[in-house]
C-alpha cells in the first residue's frame, strides 16, 4: 500500500518485486528461522517501504517467499501504527465493507476502489518469536488485509471484478514497469 513520506530506517533498499513476478502469485512459506537474517529482511523490508513512501509492506514484494510484512501506517483517527508481523493469520475481518482506492508498490502508479471490512485481526510472532495481536480498524484494517492477502499470493486486482480489474489489468500493462 502507498501513503506519504515517512522517516527512514536502517536496512538497505531492496528492488520491488512488480505484478506479474510469480513470488507475488503463490502462497508464501512460514518462518522457521528466527536468527539475524530475519531481523536483517526486516530492517530492509522497511527501508524498501519508506524508500517507495509505502504504509505496509510483505516479504515477497521484495522477492522473500516468506511469511513477513512490515507496515507503518494510519488509521482513520490519524494514530500512527509501527511494526512486523511475522507468520501471520488474519484471525478476523468484519463489520462493514468499504470500498476505497486502493494502491500497491508492487503496481506503483495504479489504484482502484477495493472494498475490505472495516476491522482487522492479526495474530502471529515478532522476529524474536514472541507473539503479536494487532488489531485495526478504517484505514489501518485495508492494510493488514492488503499484506495478508500478499503472504497469499493474493494482489488487490484479484478482488476486484469485471471491469475494475480488466481497467487495473489493462493499465499494469500499459506502464513503464509492465512490458518487461
Not at 20 to 47: I, K
Not at 119 to 143: K, N, S, Y
Not at 169 to 179: C, D, M, Q, V, Y
Amino acid at each position: 500500500m502507498r501513503h506519504g513520506s515517512i522517516p527512514g530506517s536502517t536496512g538497505r533498499v531492496r528492488p520491488m518485486t512488480l505484478l506479474g513476478d510469480p513470488v507475488l502469485h503463490g502462497p508464501c512459506e512460514d518462518v522457521t528461522d528466527f536468527g539475524p537474517e530475519l531481523s536483517r529482511l526486516v530492517e530492509d523490508m522497511f527501508a524498501t517501504m519508506y524508500a517507495a513512501e509505502g504504509v505496509g509492506l510483505a516479504a515477497n514484494q521484495v522477492g522473500v517467499p516468506q511469511r513477513v510484512f512490515v507496515y507503518d501506517c494510519p488509521d482513520d483517527e490519524d494514530r500512527r501504527h509501527l511494526g512486523h508481523v511475522v507468520n501471520p493469520r488474519l484471525v478476523a475481518a468484519d463489520g462493514d465493507t468499504v470500498r476505497g482506492p486502493e494502491g500497491c508498490l508492487s503496481l506503483p502508479g495504479l489504484e482502484a476502489p477495493t472494498g475490505r471490512f472495516d476491522r482487522a485481526l492479526v495474530e502471529g510472532v515478532d522476529r524474536h518469536g514472541e507473539p503479536v495481536r494487532i488489531e485495526g480498524t478504517g484505514w489501518f484494517a485495508r492494510c493488514l488485509q492488503h499484506e495478508c492477502d500478499h503472504l497469499e499470493g493474493t494482489v488487490y486486482p484479484d478482488r476486484l471484478g469485471g471491469w475494475r480489474r480488466a481497467r487495473v489489468l489493462r493499465a499494469a500493462r500499459r506502464a513503464p514497469w509492465g512490458s518487461r
